[in-house]
């Protein structure tokens, strides 16, 4: 039976993804997939989707904001975009989105059942159940703007949709998984994400079995006299205590992400990056030439790379800090430092070879990747290194030589402190760049819409 694996609090963001992060996310999400299903399966990387966790580091590690709500909707959108010229080879198909293209999931899986053969008219009655359970069953004070329903050839499906609370200005993700499911009403979910609202309305309790089953049975005799009836049966007597008796939940993971943006050390388990760091300088370019095939690959390239193959190849356990994988990409607020332009499209050009001569039966960049990550773990016991602050100081001291770049503009050329100061127009010209910045970031910041 699927069961909820966890849950996470999510701020709600304003804002949208610019065109030269979206395009970029596409492109690696897509050939991240690729790998996993090329390693793993199609089952495999559903059940990755379905995991919050994973899910969550899956999109810092292309550059969004590391512990905003906005990865929800990117990731699945970058996945929609990336997957679909490869959904004849791969066998993967993403479905719906964000809202008008939420409502057209049903169509989109009666087309894709029509052309590869599964029952698209079950899957879309599935994928109409998942959303009212989420918005009618479960009522926690979200209100559902996103539903994406990532389908294989087998028929094999995960569900990931989101709600907000703009009050709290706080979002919920829930994560849906066929595999195991037995019952769409009675503990369903393979996770929902999202921050404790004290008490809910969850119809889909095991121990609601009960009140199920009694308002079908006054809808089979409804009336005034029914109902009343019924009332004065449910309510506590004076005086009666608490049933303390009742089976509590089993214990579920719970992922905080918090309203601040900037990455803190309390944010990262510095010794898996440090494992990381260590990993990537020891595995340089001159003895690592399996991976460094492709010109102009270095060192700041593989240490990205290091942290995209534990998302490819990591266990669940090792995404308990989202924040960490947000190292290889930067995000585009600017938290924990400008996206590396140059960086990431080596990244992307690097895995999109290693995929593409894997199909030809030459494994050795995959499998190169693969020895990446199992000697990151293996160095995480002894490694040591710089703290997390020094880590993204020497970020951004180096963001201008790797094309760093933001929603606030390019990262503008260093001044060299062996120059003498500059002139008096350029440090005019600087301070409105600045001011401009702020405004700016003060006005995303006040807004109450959904990221993305």
Not at 22 to 33: C, E, F, I, P, Y
Not at 100 to 124: C, K, M, N, Q, Y
Not at 143 to 164: A, C, K, N, P, S
Not at 344 to 361: C, F, H, M, N, R
Request: charged share 25%; glycine share 10%; proline share 6%.
């Amino acid at each position: 039976m699927g069961q909820r694996s966890g849950s996470a609090d999510l701020p709600l963001h304003g804002g949208a993804v610019p065109r030269w992060l979206a395009d970029r996310m596409t492109r690696l999400g897509a050939v991240m997939a690729e790998a996993i299903v090329y390693h793993y399966g199609r089952d495999e990387l559903l059940r990755r989707l379905a995991h919050p966790f994973w899910f969550q580091s899956f999109g810092a590690v292309m550059g969004m904001d590391w512990h905003s709500s906005g990865i929800t909707t990117s990731v699945v959108g970058a996945l929609k975009r990336g997957l679909a010229p490869l959904a004849g080879e791969l066998g993967v198909h993403v479905c719906g989105g964000r809202g008008t293209h939420s409502r057209r999931t049903p169509d989109e899986l009666v087309a894709i059942g029509d052309r590869v053969g599964f029952d698209g008219a079950a899957l879309a009655e599935a994928s109409r159940l998942v959303a009212k359970v989420d918005s009618a069953a479960v009522q926690d004070g979200f209100d559902l703007y996103l539903h994406g329903f990532i389908v294989t050839d087998e028929g094999r499906w995960v569900v990931v949709q989101q709600g907000m609370n703009g009050d709290r200005r706080e979002a919920r993700r829930y994560h849906w998984r066929s595999e195991g499911l037995t019952s769409f009403v009675e503990e369903p979910h393979s996770a929902i994400e999202g921050p404790d609202q004290g008490k809910i309305v969850n119809l889909t309790d095991r121990r609601a079995d009960a009140s199920r089953r009694g308002q079908i049975e006054m809808l089979n005799s409804i009336g005034p006299d029914a109902i009343a009836r019924e009332y004065a049966r449910m309510a506590p007597r004076e005086g009666a205590r608490a049933d303390s008796t009742a089976p509590e939940q089993p214990f579920l993971p719970h992922l905080v992400m918090p309203s601040h943006h900037e990455v803190r050390s309390s944010d990262v388990l510095i010794r898996r990056l440090h494992g990381t760091l260590a990993a990537a300088a020891e595995c340089g370019p001159s003895d690592f030439s399996q991976l460094l095939l492709v010109p102009g690959v270095g060192p700041r390239t593989v240490r990205a790379l290091a942290m995209v193959a534990e998302v490819l190849h990591g266990a669940p356990y090792r995404f308990s800090d989202p924040a960490r994988f947000s190292f290889a990409h930067g995000g585009k607020d600017r938290h924990p430092f400008p996206v590396p332009i140059r960086v990431y499209d080596q990244t992307i050009q690097v895995l999109k070879s290693a995929v593409e001569k894997a199909k030809l039966g030459r494994e050795e960049q995959l499998a190169a990747l693969k020895r990446l990550d199992d000697q990151s773990r293996r160095l995480e016991r002894s490694a040591t290194g710089p703290s997390v602050e020094a880590l993204i100081a020497e970020e951004r001291r180096a963001s201008f030589s790797y094309g760093g770049r933001s929603v606030f503009e390019w990262e503008p050329r260093p001044h060299l402190t062996m120059l003498a100061d500059p002139p008096a127009s350029t440090r005019r010209a600087e301070r409105r760049s600045r001011s401009s910045a702020d405004k700016r970031r003060a006005r995303r910041d006040t807004s109450t819409a959904p990221s993305h």
